[in-house]
């Protein structure tokens, strides 16, 4: 039974229908507050029921102090839950088996079941297997079809027997895009026990871009499938109430630059200031002059540098991207009125209590990409051909930047920015060995000659191999898409082709791309330089990139060639993209283009020719660059409502394949043990009704000792399954052809496969074998390197536990809940760490990994651990609350001859709930038992 302890209850009439609404009003002072925690506020307000959430809770978000650290815990609830395939197949796995426990236990398997909307989009299985082929659509998406059939089935078993779970079937969109042009309300309705409430939309999403979506105004974050799990069932999510980070807007981009631009240089800026665990709320007279598809770049970037979300405040803006994409003109009214009612509507003269302000002029915005490893590595497109020559030549990514460009080019940084500032090192300090120009920088040159069709090519270091316009950072905006169409135009034209070495891919976020290119008369020009439709999904962006041209695996292989790819995606950290390409550079879709017609990173964009036309003149990118006019021309004369209505009237339906299959009845499903796509997975094995206690953890070996920046990438399995890696040797055992294997993202409903494939990117480098990259360690004592898999097998026959060894920011990236969950099942039972991102601590301590952190100053390297030691970890036996830090023994390696020694680490289980988690062994056993005793 909800509370009103704050009298917040009220009527808003719009177009003559009431709807029940709980006033933020209602909270003294609370106009104060940023429009991201107001939202948070009216959750509290409307859910308040005296035992989950409190009037505590109210108050203490009332007395939001801006300048302290996030301390005080809310219990937040969302309208929704948002997934996508690679992460919403292990979800409705575990869903499905938590119904077999249920019964086990002798429970009501029907319990099991979305308490609150859920909505599965398919967009992370397709793969750019053809490209470049006018077929290429229908040849990749059969292939998709073919490989995943056996998951597809699960999810429209699912569909069909979950209550408010809908599936928005293969070959339709991106989950981003599919969210922010149809799914997303802004303006949430539902009964209610008195009648039809109106409340803000929130949503937690199972992929770390979720915040794409607060460019709409809706407040939603990332969270891990196992969380998703937890709020599709009932429970409120337990989070500490953040700082926030206000973003002041200013000016207006400059011609010539692009929304990418503006984000790679956002992301650049956020990481420096370190917003994790932050809201970003961006405001001021600037925003009136974002559109709101380049807002949404701004929001789909939040992971990149490092913010829970970024939150816009709805405007006329707002209202006219939702009158574009065909929403119903009552919706859009209530928008507009519950908005401005809720101070929810922005003033750009208003200026909230903010943690930090930092302002932003946008006409200072450059061109810009950003790699070749992190997002937040922006490199000024002024200085990309020398950068890159100087980090092949060995440069740090600072020297590498600063060198590439010159004194007038750096001096027109900030005098602040880390560009101004090694380039004045630079011209401070002792000339640099390379001389002449960039042209004789001494990179490491590895020419390979490679025979494509009737020609022969030249493929080196720094060879751009693959350009993708892919991922819905980009695809969903369709300035910059329209902008990259138009140059293909104008390059075509001018006689231009694609370099032949390079895989040429066009993959959008959702099909009104297509008709407003195809409307526009701008595909042909497109497909003439390769860039035809791969398919609706995120390929290279994820990793599903495809394999290389053959002729140019080989060389890049046999001349270990350090290849690059140019995508307009939002990751690029090491091996996610292509296992073979080295080098990943973030850009706009227009660049992607630019880069293929270059085919290499060494090419000056702003200087060099991109090759003759048909009368023999130098064709320079200024030549073919649209200019602002021309694109704003396109998109207002090919953006049209119908494409946002049509395209989504029967998004539920699919294809032929989707709806022929067959799908079995009843309210649990028929598990095939010889499935190698869906398997019952083990985690409620054993469990009964109560938990067991909680023990000490001793003897435990280290697993894997890693250093700063480890993503979740390099632990969670993604990408290509190659055949002599362990997932591969466990299919073939199975009877899977290697050209059968697919990926890990479409097996992650085995866990037999992702527990093979945890800790296996290509990347990953572990200190105890030192030299080696790769999924790789030792069984300690021994000396032998053997595969982390193997490793674990060994140490579990022995009983041994174990531990992983980590730096700073340990867990940051995607790919979040196998990363957890292929930890648990590794044996590890705890991580110590410099410091962890928030999703992913949250996730291990979900999943039952207890997450430990040294103490300020401290870290693995500082202690001179070397990760051949015996960690015991006691403390935590026989106490009612667990504390805040723990005693680590450590025992020196037999052959070391050091000393034992004790070290004091944090316990970062912040808050109540993630404790009551941890107790029950992780929360998928907390809310089975929740759901026994309901």
């Known amino acids: ?298 929001g ?50 208003h200026v909230p209590d903010f943690s930090e302000v930092l302002e932003l002029d946008l006409g200072t915005v450059v061109p810009s990409l950003a790699g070749p490893k992190r997002p937040q590595d922006r490199i000024p497109l002024a200085a990309a051909q020398g950068a890159v020559r100087r980090l092949l030549a060995g440069d740090t990514q600072e020297e590498a930047i600063a060198g590439g460009l010159d004194d007038a080019e750096a001096d027109s940084f900030p005098a602040s920015d880390p560009i101004a500032i090694s380039s004045r090192i630079e011209r401070d300090t002792p000339p640099h060995d390379y001389a002449g120009g960039e042209a004789a920088i001494s990179w490491p040159s590895k020419p390979a000659t490679v025979h494509l069709g009737d020609g022969t090519e030249v493929i080196d270091h720094g060879s751009v191999v693959i350009a993708a316009i892919t991922s819905c950072t980009n695809t969903s905006n369709p300035t910059v898409m329209l902008g990259a169409a138009l140059l293909a135009k104008k390059a075509v034209e001018r006689g231009l082709r694609s370099k032949p070495w390079v895989k040429t891919t066009l993959a959008p976020g959702s099909r009104v791309v297509t008709d407003y290119y195809n409307r526009s008369g701008l595909t042909p020009y497109l497909e003439t330089l390769g860039f035809n439709l791969v398919g609706y999904g995120c390929t290279t962006c994820i990793g599903n990139s495809g394999p290389l041209i053959p002729e140019i695996s080989e060389a890049v292989n046999s001349h270990d060639l350090t290849v690059a790819s140019v995508l307009s995606g939002n990751r690029n950290f090491e091996g996610r993209i292509h296992g073979e390409v080295k080098m990943n550079f973030l850009a706009s879709p227009p660049l992607v283009i630019a880069y293929a017609l270059a085919g290499s990173m060494h090419v000056d964009l702003l200087n060099d020719s991109l090759g003759e036309d048909t009368e023999g003149n130098q064709v320079y990118l200024r030549d073919i660059w649209p200019s602002g006019e021309e694109v704003k021309a396109v998109v207002d004369a090919n953006l049209e409502a119908s494409m946002f209505t049509k395209g989504y009237a029967d998004v539920y339906h699919g294809d032929e394949n989707w709806r022929s299959m067959h799908i079995p009845e009843g309210d649990r499903f028929a598990w095939d043990k010889s499935s190698t796509y869906v398997q019952s997975p083990p985690y409620f094995e054993g469990v009964g009704p109560v938990p067991d206690p909680i023990g000490d953890i001793t003897g435990a070996r280290v697993l894997a000792y890693l250093g700063d920046s480890v993503t979740t990438d390099h632990i969670s399995p993604a990408g290509a399954i190659r055949k002599d890696s362990p997932a591969g040797a466990y299919l073939l055992d199975k009877g899977v052809e290697p050209a059968d ?85 590794l044996g590890v039972k ?105």
């Open 300 to 349: 789909n970037m939040s992971p990149e540098y490092g913010s829970t979300g970024a939150l816009f405040p709805i405007d006329a803006e707002t209202l006219d991207y939702l009158r574009l994409t065909g929403r119903d003109p009552h919706q859009v009214r209530l928008v507009e009125a519950y908005a401005k009612e809720q101070g929810l509507w922005h003033d750009p003269e």
């Open 741 to 825: 294997f697919n990926s890990y993202g479409s097996r992650r409903g085995n866990h037999h496969v992702m527990i093979r494939g945890t800790f296996a990117n290509v990347r990953l480098r572990n200190k105890l074998v030192t030299g080696t990259e790769g999924g790789f360690t030792r069984h300690l004592p021994g000396t032998d390197t053997t595969t982390i898999f193997d490793a674990s097998l060994a140490y579990a026959k022995d009983n041994t536990p174990l531990v992983i060894l980590a730096g700073s920011d340990y867990g940051s990236g995607s790919s979040r809940d196998w990363a957890a969950k292929g930890t648990l099942l």
């Open 1 to 298: 039974m909800s509370s009103n302890s704050f009298n917040a209850r009220a009527r808003l009439s719009v177009d003559g229908h009431d709807y029940h609404i709980h006033r933020i009003d209602a909270i003294e002072n609370s106009s104060r507050l940023p429009y991201s925690l107001k939202v948070l506020l009216e959750n509290l307000l409307r859910n308040e029921d005296g035992r989950l959430v409190t009037a505590e809770q109210v108050n203490a978000l009332a007395a939001w102090d801006p300048a302290a650290e996030a301390s005080s815990e809310i219990q937040y609830t969302p309208a929704r839950v948002l997934m996508q395939d690679f992460t919403g197949v292990p979800c409705v796995v575990d869903l499905v088996a938590m119904r077999d426990a249920m019964t086990a236990l002798g429970g009501d398997a029907r319990k099991v079941n979305p308490l609150i909307p859920a909505e599965l989009v398919i967009d992370h299985s397709v793969i750019a297997d053809v490209f470049a082929r006018n077929d290429a659509f229908s040849v990749n998406a059969d292939y998709e079809f073919k490989r995943n059939q056996e998951r597809y089935q699960l999810l429209r078993w699912a569909q069909h027997s979950f209550d408010d779970f809908l599936v928005v079937p293969p070959d339709t969109g991106i989950c981003h895009q599919v969210n922010l042009e149809y799914l997303s309300r802004v303006v949430f309705t539902r009964e209610g026990p008195d009648g039809l409430e109106a409340y803000p939309d929130t949503l937690v999403g199972t992929d770390s871009h979720t915040p794409m979506v607060n460019g709409l105004g809706v407040l939603g974050w990332g969270v891990g499938g196992i969380e998703a799990e937890a709020a599709m069932l009932g429970q409120p999510m337990s989070l500490l109430i953040p700082q926030v980070v206000g973003l002041k807007l200013t000016g207006e981009l400059s011609e010539g630059t692009t929304a990418t631009d503006l984000v790679l240089t956002v992301a650049e800026l956020l990481r420096k200031l370190r917003v994790v665990g932050k809201f970003v709320d961006f405001f001021g007279p600037g925003v009136a002059n974002v559109p709101l598809a380049t807002r949404a770049t701004l």
């Open 830 to 934: 705890a991580v110590l760490a410099t410091s962890f991102e928030r999703i992913h601590r949250s996730n291990l301590i979900g999943m039952g990994v207890l997450p430990l952190q040294f103490r300020d100053r401290e870290t693995a390297q500082s202690l001179g651990l070397t990760g051949e030691e015996v960690f015991s970890i006691t403390g935590l036996a026989g106490t009612d609350e667990l504390p805040g830090e723990v005693t680590v023994a450590v025992e020196p390696a037999d052959s070391s001859g050091g000393q034992s020694r004790e070290i004091t680490m944090r316990v970062r289980i912040d808050t109540p709930a993630e404790e009551a988690y941890y107790r029950h062994g992780g929360i998928l056993q907390y809310v089975l038992r929740q759901l026994l005793d309901a």
